[in-house]
């Protein structure tokens, strides 16, 4: 996995024949800046930009999340909420996984090296390159079983 400066994008871009723009460049600073644990939708992050005077389109946005998680730069995740999310994808020391509660959608990061590590065996077998390795646990939170036997 590689840590992307706006410059390595730039590099990978024009390797695939695409080139760097603007809003590639302000969509992967905004990820890059958002506090640890932060996950945007498209419409977060399109209303995020917005807020900072970006007129950056709703479809560019779509459009450039959908390349940018394809690369390997953001991960794409399916969390409670049953909208798509997003995040930086970060270099192993900093691979983290989710664990959701199903009734209150509470979200909370952890990290587990042997996941991690077995997914890029597994990549390494069939000859892939790893991109992304995740793990999403649908669990209920103390708080919602607490919950669950007092409405008993």
């Known amino acids: 996995m590689v840590s992307y400066t706006p410059a390595a994008l730039k590099s990978e871009l024009h390797d695939r024949g695409w080139r760097m723009t603007a809003q590639r460049e302000t969509i992967l600073k905004t990820f890059q800046n958002l506090p640890e644990g932060e996950h945007l939708s498209a419409d977060d992050l399109h209303d995020l930009l917005r807020e900072d005077g970006s007129r950056i389109g709703l479809s560019t946005v779509y459009r450039n999340l ?15 909420e049953g909208q798509k999310r997003y995040e930086i994808n970060q270099p192993a020391p900093h ?12 979200t909370i990061e952890f990290k587990n090296d042997s996941v991690l590590k077995s997914g890029a065996r597994a990549a390494h077998k069939f000859g892939y390159q790893l991109l992304d390795c ?19």
């Open 66 to 80: 959908k390349m940018m998680s394809r690369m390997g730069i953001l991960r794409e995740l399916e969390l409670a």
């Open 95 to 106: 691979h983290h996984h989710h664990m959701i509660c199903v009734r209150c959608n509470k």
């Open 134 to 152: 995740q793990l999403s646990i649908r669990a209920v939170c103390p708080t919602c079983q607490r919950s669950a036997i007092a409405n008993i």
